[in-house]
Every structure is written in C-alpha cells, then in structure tokens.
T-cell receptor, first 115, second 112 residues
Framework: ETGVTQTPRHLVMGMTNKKSLKCEQH?????MYWYKQSAKKPLELMFV???????ENNSVPSRFSPECPNSSHLFLHLHTLQPEDSALYLC??????????????FGPGTRLTVL | DQQVKQNSPSLSVQEGRISILNCDYT??????FLWYKKYPAEGPTFLIS?????DKNEDGRFTVFLNKSAKHLSLHIVPSQPGDSAVYFC???????????FGKGTRLSVIA
C-alpha cells in the first residue's frame, strides 16, 4: 500500500453506537490531520498531530476523540454522534516541521452516515 | 468569515479550451497557496502550489498565477480535457507549521 489509506470507506451508525475511523500513511510523514467535509462547506480542520502530539483542536465536540499511537497511524473514535455529524471524514498527512511549503496528502475518506 | 473564497461553485468549459478557476483570500499573512483536485468518492489530490515570492508556477497543462496586491490567485488549465472534470479546491497557509485553510471548491465540467 502506498500513500494515505482510510478504513472503512463507508460507515452507517446509530446515535448510540461507538465506532472508530482508521487512517494509515505510508509516506514517512510526521504530521497527520483529520478533516470534515460537509455538503456545500469548505473542508473543516478538526485535529492536527505532529510527531504524535496533538497540536491543534478546532473546538471539536468531545464526541469525536482522536488517537495517534505512532506517526503512521491516526484514529478518530466516534461516540454518541448526531445526524448532523454525517459527512465525509478525510485524513491527511504531511512532512510537518517548520517549513512553510508543507503539502498535505489526503486519503480517500470515510463517508459517515449517522441515523 | 471565510478567509479563502472560491466564488464560482461551478464552471463548464469545452474540451481543448482554457479553464480558469479563481480564488480570493483575505489574510495577508498567507504565503503559500495550493490547488487540490477531487474526484467523487476520492480524497483531494495535490495538484500545484505557489509560494508568495513568485507570481507564476507552471506544471504541464496547469499554471497558477498569484496577484498578492489583489489577494487573488487563479489556476489555468490548457488545453482542458474531459478527465479534468472534478472539484478544485484552493488552499492557503502561513509560514511554519500552520494548518491549511480551504475554499469551498469549484466544480469544473469539461465537455467533449
């Protein structure tokens, strides 16, 4: 596998379920990101991890809980979600560091539907 | 308030002609700009970028122009091909380890 992979690609869950999204990057990058893409809205940054430490948390509700066990893996744990949380969840990775020209590479996304 | 704006939600262009996608930004601290392309059911794919020290960057059929005084950038695709049909996102960032800020995207349709 190369690039950034995400599983599952599609997920349907009830409001009381607990599920997790998984992201894996094979690019040797040091930074990983979770984004949410809702219809007719810009990509919304949710979380940033650099060298496995969370460096950004954009006021995301606590029902979303990220985990970064190592620089290649990123999880998003979901609990007690609302129907308005239905969206495409995208993972990205980048080299990280202080370089201004830090390009992010995205996975294919997980299409989440909350019933 | 949106810091990166793509005011045209969609654009249709004839095959072989030029496609011009526009993007405006409000934050004068942005100094690195990127274009991503997204097909349905796939994640965004990096296309081309430009640093604020340049006003033009070219890669094959794709050219990005940056007008810092107008806080405006554009992506030119010439000649346009049906496979270019996708949603194009403009993104911008400050120097250092700062996150990208994305526009809402423009859906390009290239008609054969």
């Amino acid at each position: 596998e190369t690039g950034v992979t995400q599983t599952p690609r599609h997920l349907v869950m009830g409001m009381t379920n607990k599920k997790s999204l998984k992201c894996e990057q094979h690019l040797g990058h040091n930074a990983m990101y979770w984004y949410k893409q809702s219809a007719k809205k810009p990509l919304e940054l949710m979380f940033v991890y650099s060298l496995e430490e969370r460096v950004e948390n954009n006021s995301v509700p606590s029902r979303f809980s990220p985990e970064c066990p190592n620089s290649s893996h990123l999880f998003l744990h979901l609990h007690t979600l609302q129907p308005e949380d239905s969206a495409l969840y995208l993972c990205a990775s980048s080299q990280g560091g202080r370089a201004g020209t830090d390009t992010q590479y995205f996975g294919p996304g997980t299409r989440l539907t909350v019933l | 308030d949106q810091q990166v704006k793509q005011n045209s939600p969609s654009l249709s262009v004839q095959e072989g002609r030029i496609s011009i996608l526009n993007c405006d930004y409000t934050n004068s601290m942005f100094d690195y700009f990127l274009w991503y392309k997204k097909y349905p059911a796939e994640g965004p794919t990096f296309l081309i970028s430009i640093s604020s020290i340049k006003d033009k960057n070219e890669d094959g059929r794709f050219t990005v122009f940056l007008n810092k005084s107008a806080k405006h950038l554009s992506l030119h695709i010439v000649p346009s091909q049906p496979g270019d049909s996708a949603v194009y996102f403009c993104a911008a960032k400050n120097s250092g380890n700062t996150p990208l800020v994305f526009g809402k995207g423009t859906r390009l349709s290239v008609i054969a």
